[in-house]
Every structure is written in structure tokens, then in C-alpha cells.
């Protein structure tokens, strides 16, 4: 006799790819997933290491920051020191200056004159007085023309007082002897 299979031969055929189908969609939604979750995890690493990078720059860029702002300020406070180091040296360069110009001025006096002011500004000398007569404002100016420390001397005024006396006043450049002589040369 002859074998006849009734069975639904078909159905199980079907059945048996459908779970063959499902297995290796199952797998392969595996297999995604695994990559997936492998690249994702590489680039959030990627990007946290670089955002950890990033974070590392901006703080030493700060502290750097502080420091350059530091360093200003101390170049400041340098420029500052220097400037105020030059000043006193002037001042200390000047000081022998200020007592050579009131002995000239004292030693270029005539009898019978006398200051009533002296000021001196910069390079520019003036003197204001009274004397007896004329002629002792004269030789005042001689005086002062003979002088090494000063040069120009210009009677700016004179007026004649009630008790036969005058008032003057006289200008003239402050010159430093050696400044003078290197100027002739």
C-alpha cells in the first residue's frame, strides 16, 4: 500500500519558516541593537572625554587669564615705581642746582637793592625789588648777564616810588654752566 500523509504538511512547512523568520529577525534586531548600543556608548565616551577635555581648557584659560590680568597689573605698578624712581632722581639731581642759583643770585646783589620775590619755573627766572636808584638795577642786570647760570636777562618793568626809589622786575633763563659751555663748543 502506498503511503499517503494526511497530515497538513503545509501548515507545518509555514509554521516552521515562520519561526525560522522570527529567529532571525530576532537575531538580527539583536545583532542592531548590540551595534547600536556599541556606537552610541563609543561616541557618548568620545564626547564626554572631549566635553572632560574642553572643561580642563576653559579652567586653565581662567587661571591663565588671572594671571595675565595679574601681570598687568604688576607691569603697572612697575611703570609706576620706575616713574616715581626717575622723579626722586631728578629731584636729587636738582637739589645742588637749587642752592648753586640762590648763591649766584645772592652773589650778583648790588648795595642798596633788595628782592622782594624770586620764582623760578622750569628754565624761566624771575626777580622782582626795589632799589635806590637806577643804576644799581644796571649793574644788577650786568651781573646777572655775567653769570654762569643765567643768560637773557630782560628788565620786564621799572616805576619810580614817592621816596625816590624803584620798583623792577627782571627775567631772565636759568642755564646750567656745563650745558653753557658745551653749547660754545
Known sequence: MANINLLPWREALRKEKQQEFLTIVVGVAAV?????????GFYDSALSSQNARNKYLKDEIKVLDARIVEIRDLRDTRKQLVERMELIQDLQGNRPVIVRIFDEVARSVPEDLYFTSLSVEGDSVKVAGVAKSNNRVAALMRNFDQSDWFSNPALLGVQALDDGGNTFEVSMKLVEPKAASEEGK
Not at 542592531?32 to 552610541?40: G, M, P, Q, R
Open 32 to 40: 542592531a541593537f548590540f551595534i547600536i548600543y556599541t556606537i552610541t
